[in-house]
């Protein structure tokens, strides 16, 4: 259709065809995977913001029913894409890896962390915030309630950013890896104390190093575990 100067009324719907038709052959210069799995795993951590809001397992413990539906999350949307890729859970660090060498690691650094964290307690106010299911500090059935719940969901936790997003980013970009997963898992602490926010930052690195050096996520899930163990232990008893 014409306007009475006989330009082309529709040239900006064709000029924006143009345009999608260049983005899309810029996006076909990526590594399929790679952008798969970025976008995936990004959509992934926003759904669950909201999915955890109307999914209820707990309705009279929220805080735990929140554990437990992003713990499911995490670990189940990894598998949706395994046979896509032609991917085995092993390829994802499901596996115990170089037990030998990883198990002396996270024990060293987990006694660093616990000295941190007696400091930190002892300058801060952490011994006001954890733990964070403030129940589990009146009774030892809630407290191992709280911490079963709280391990499978660290468990899926790290699965999901050093299982997952880690060896899948690993195989295409190599040890910027640890630095790609970094960052959503730091974001993902936005509502944490703000030096544990921060922290973020060096752990997610670190951990990311003990995932690919043991090639496996279970290191990680045990140290995040016991850390996190230990700042409830200590929220209680200082």
Not at 30 to 55: H, N
Not at 60 to 82: A, H, K, Q, T, W
Not at 139 to 167: C, D, P
Request: positive net charge; contains cysteine.
């Amino acid at each position: 259709m014409f306007d009475p100067n006989g330009i082309l009324i529709y040239r900006p719907i064709h000029v924006l065809l143009i345009m999608f038709k260049q983005y899309i052959e810029e996006l076909k210069g990526f590594d399929r995977e790679t952008l798969i799995v970025i976008a995936y795993s990004t959509f992934i951590l926003l759904f669950g913001i909201y999915f955890r809001r109307v999914i209820t397992i707990l309705p009279r413990e929220m805080f735990l029913n929140r554990l437990m539906v992003l713990g499911i999350l995490y670990m189940v949307s990894p598998f949706i894409l395994m046979p896509f890729f032609r991917r085995r859970p092993v390829d994802y660090g499901f596996a115990f890896g170089n037990a030998r060498k990883w198990s002396v690691e996270i024990l060293v650094f987990y006694l660093l962390m616990l000295v941190v964290l007696v400091i930190a307690f002892r300058l801060t106010n952490l011994k006001n915030i954890y733990p964070l299911y403030k129940k589990s500090a009146h009774g030892v059935h809630l407290f191992l309630i709280y911490q079963a719940v709280q391990f499978s969901h660290m468990f899926a936790w790290e699965f999901f950013f050093r299982g997952f997003m880690l060896f899948s980013l690993e195989k295409k970009v190599g040890k910027i890896a640890v630095l790609i997963q970094m960052i959503p898992f730091a974001i993902m602490h936005y509502r944490k104390p703000e030096l544990e926010a921060y922290g973020s930052i060096i752990a997610g690195i670190f951990l990311g190093i003990v995932a690919l050096r043991g090639r496996s996520f279970l290191p990680c899930a045990i140290l995040h575990f016991t850390v996190a163990l230990s700042a409830d232990i200590l929220g209680i008893l200082m």
